[in-house]
């Protein structure tokens, strides 16, 4: 039985709809709670628990960053839910849009990550996860830098676990396919209804749900996966099988 009593986790992204789902998930395991996010008014909307911290803050911005370690003192787990998708197409891209999509998806995971280890507010034996895509093993049309700047977020969490794990810390990804959130809603409305009937198809098990992914995580999270790093865990419902390249 999964068990997260009186661990402490900070969940990043934590407003949505994946985020969401994870902090309930945690909640309701005994953990207590750091929820980070940028919109407060989306933040106090987050089920309310003694065990909840919420705590406004962009990632991006190193002072609210430094304001955020300030209130944390030990952490059993980390969750890296932030993103940003932003579709473009290779041949225009510039440096803004690199900075615009790697400022959130990549260099503030890592700086964020890296303040963590300096100040020592990672504990032994603690879980590190990153929310990564199955994009970057079944990459689409527009999607260069949002694949690669989550490749780069694998390769970094592979770092971790290497120098880390003699602290008996472990570092994981997920990579989830289509998960039915306000993201999936959006990127819907792209396609035809044909066109995304085809899509739907590739999911031998239909499209995913917030919650497949909140059990994955809370699974490593939990002592249950104490020899597991360092690994990028699919979560497609069957895409990559029932896809020919």
């Given amino acids: 039985m999964i068990n997260l009593k009186d661990k402490r986790i900070l969940v990043t992204g934590a407003t949505g709809g994946i985020g969401k789902e994870i902090v309930s998930n945690c909640l309701s395991l005994g953990a207590k709670v750091f929820a980070i996010g940028r919109n407060i008014q989306k933040l106090s909307e987050l089920k309310g628990s003694k065990n909840l911290v919420i705590v406004k803050c962009d990632v991006t911005i190193s ?66 996860i990153f929310i990564s895509s199955i994009s970057v093993q079944h990459p689409y049309m527009g999607g260069a830098l949002y694949v690669s700047s989550k490749a780069a977020i694998e390769a970094f969490s592979k770092s971790v676990a290497l120098e880390f ?20 809603e959006q990127t819907k409305k792209a396609y035809t209804p044909e066109q995304w009937e085809k899509i739907v198809s590739q999911y031998p098990l239909g499209l995913g749900k917030p919650e497949d992914v909140a059990s994955l995580t809370v699974f490593l999270l939990s002592d249950l996966s104490l020899w597991m790093t360092g690994v990028t865990l699919p979560l497609d419902g069957g895409l990559l099988l029932n896809t020919t390249r």
């Avoid at 008996?168 to 990579?175: D, K, L, P, T, Y």
Wanted: aromatic letters at 6%.
């Fill in 63 to 128: 002072e609210e960053v430094d304001s955020l370690l300030g209130e944390v003192d030990c952490l059993d787990g980390v969750v890296h839910c932030v993103g940003k998708i932003y579709p473009f197409p290779i041949k225009y891209i510039t440096g803004k849009h690199i900075q615009k999509v790697y400022s959130v998806n990549t260099e503030s995971i890592i700086t964020l990550t890296s303040k963590l280890f300096q100040r020592k507010i990672i504990a032994n034996k603690a879980s590190l």
């Fill in 165 to 184: 794990a003699h602290q008996g810390i472990r570092s994981n990804c997920i990579a989830p396919a289509l998960i039915q959130t306000d993201i999936y």
